[in-house]
């Protein structure tokens, strides 16, 4: 067992990105720890440039669902689909493809979609190394890539990465092509370099006038109010 510079074990996942990029290879941001994010984009001209050319967010997905952040999220979605055959699943923002990989065990048909940067190109290579062959969608590409609709479309920690009026759009988007979203909207009162302001009310208003949806309260901060939502909507989810 390696132990991380945190003190804690390393998920053996880290060490598909020692071979991918070995001489690039940074044990200490075998975390889930949002700091490495914030010194890392300070580095960078714009955010753009931060999202193309990071490997933080390739480091960053398997940290998140090592930690297990998104596990009731994804419980969620396994009791929805439970004795169903044939789902389809589009990752969006799919990072290091480790929600996707762990969907593909489980049976899913599943595509990703992502800006073209280093987390797509990484999770690409994951699935090659292992002869898996699926869609994966390069979200900024010209001219705009047309992708089909899903049974179930996914949007862990994507969000909050993107303006309220994007956010808006990525959520608008999701719905025309999926019968349920999953997104979790995270809500990080210090405003980072990295995270922008989610507001869970005004996106389920704006989500009210063309879609069903629930919104779910996880992981109470010190004052008691919720660090994170799961937000469920789409044509699949029925109105209250």
């Not at 010194?39 to 440039?49: P, R």
């Not at 890539?145 to 990465?161: A, G, K, W």
């Not at 025309?176 to 507001?199: C, Q």
């Amino acid at each position: 067992m390696i132990i991380s510079p945190q003190g804690t074990s390393i998920h053996q996942s880290f060490w598909e990105l020692l071979e991918y990029d070995p001489q690039g290879f940074r044990i200490e941001w075998c975390s889930s720890r949002d700091e490495k994010g914030n010194e890392e984009a300070a580095k960078y001209k714009d955010e753009y440039e931060f999202a193309r050319d990071t490997m933080i967010y390739c480091y960053q997905g398997i940290g998140l669902v090592g930690q297990g952040i998104h596990r009731p999220y994804i419980a969620r979605l396994l009791a929805m689909t439970a004795d169903k055959l044939g789902v389809s699943v589009l990752d969006v923002g799919s990072g290091s493809g480790q929600l996707a990989l762990a969907l593909h065990e489980l049976g899913y048909t599943v595509s990703m979609a992502d800006l073209w940067g280093q987390s797509i190109r990484f999770a690409a290579w994951r699935f090659r190394r292992r002869g898996i062959e699926i869609p994966i969608y390069i979200l900024n590409s010209a001219p705009p890539v047309q992708i089909p609709s899903h049974n179930i479309v996914t949007c862990f920690d994507v969000l909050e990465h993107l303006a309220p009026d994007d956010q808006k759009s990525l959520l608008d988007f999701m719905g025309s092509i999926g019968e349920i979203v999953f997104a979790n909207l995270v809500i990080d009162k210090k405003n980072t370099k990295v995270h922008k302001p989610v507001d869970p009310v005004a996106i389920a208003d704006h989500l009210s006038k063309q879609w069903g949806y629930e919104l779910t309260d996880y992981y109470p901060d010190a004052d008691g109010g919720p660090r994170q939502h799961l937000l469920i909507y789409g044509r699949g989810v029925k109105l209250p």
